[in-house]
């Protein structure tokens, strides 16, 4: 069974402060991804990676950045956390070349920015 | 527009009930179609891919229309574990999932 996953279920941080979402997954997957979740906008993509140190920016990486230094890790960094920021975020993984029908997620965070 | 539009429900229905959700896309490139089902305050997970001949797993029946740009879910039999939000998902490419927001759908007993 796939595993993915993320360092906390719950967040609370305060504004301007930066933030690490950690990601972990355990098939050796080559793709990973970060999302965000909100009502009514369903799930957007932040960042993704398709390999070791490899990053592409998603619809909404604005305020965000990433780092992959190791296969099985993928975090997503706030570098100064907004209010707007406030959501659920999402981690996936995936073998490369697999069209969505092998995509795993995280539990998921839930970030509440004060 | 968005991508990927979905009726946001709440879809209300009683056990036993057949129930059908739809969904549209705006890429005519667009290249797999998936439904995922997402519990309360839990992670997507697949449900089905769709395929064009239609597909089926059980109670559940999935259906794309390449012209029209649709796609659809039915559930026959519902079952209070059915409740749940199911999510339309297009593959733009294989780095690329658009997800819709979200059809959410209520069995009662």
């Known amino acids: 069974d796939v595993k993915v996953t993320q360092s906390s279920r719950y967040l609370v941080k305060r504004t301007g402060e930066k933030v690490f979402l950690e990601c972990v997954q355990d098939?050796?997957?080559?793709?990973m991804f970060w999302y965000r979740q909100d009502p009514g906008l369903g799930l957007r993509l932040i960042y993704f990676?398709?390999?070791?140190?490899?990053?592409e920016k998603g619809d909404i990486p604005e305020g965000y950045s990433v780092s992959r230094e190791k296969k099985e890790r993928f975090s997503l960094i706030l570098e100064s956390a907004s209010t707007n920021q406030t959501s659920m975020y999402l981690c996936a993984s995936k073998l490369e070349g697999a069209w969505g029908e092998t995509q795993y997620f995280g539990p998921g965070t839930r970030l509440l920015v004060l | 527009r968005k991508e990927v539009e979905q009726d946001p429900g709440p879809f209300n229905v009683p056990e036993g009930a057949t129930v059908a959700f739809n969904c549209t896309y705006s890429n005519s490139a667009s290249q797999s179609f998936f439904w995922y089902r997402q519990d309360c305050r839990k992670e997507p997970k697949l449900l089905m891919s769709v395929y064009s001949s239609g597909n089926e797993d059980g109670r559940f029946t999935a259906q794309l229309n390449r012209a029209s740009q649709y796609i659809s879910l039915l559930i026959r039999d519902s079952k209070l574990s059915d409740s749940a939000t199911y999510l339309c998902?297009?593959?733009?490419?294989?780095?690329?999932?658009?997800f819709g927001s979200g059809t959410r759908l209520l069995v009662r007993p």
């Open positions: 998902v297009v593959a733009d490419s294989s780095y690329k999932l658009i």
């Open positions: 990676s398709y390999d070791v140190k490899m990053k």
């Open positions: 098939m050796d997957h080559e793709n």
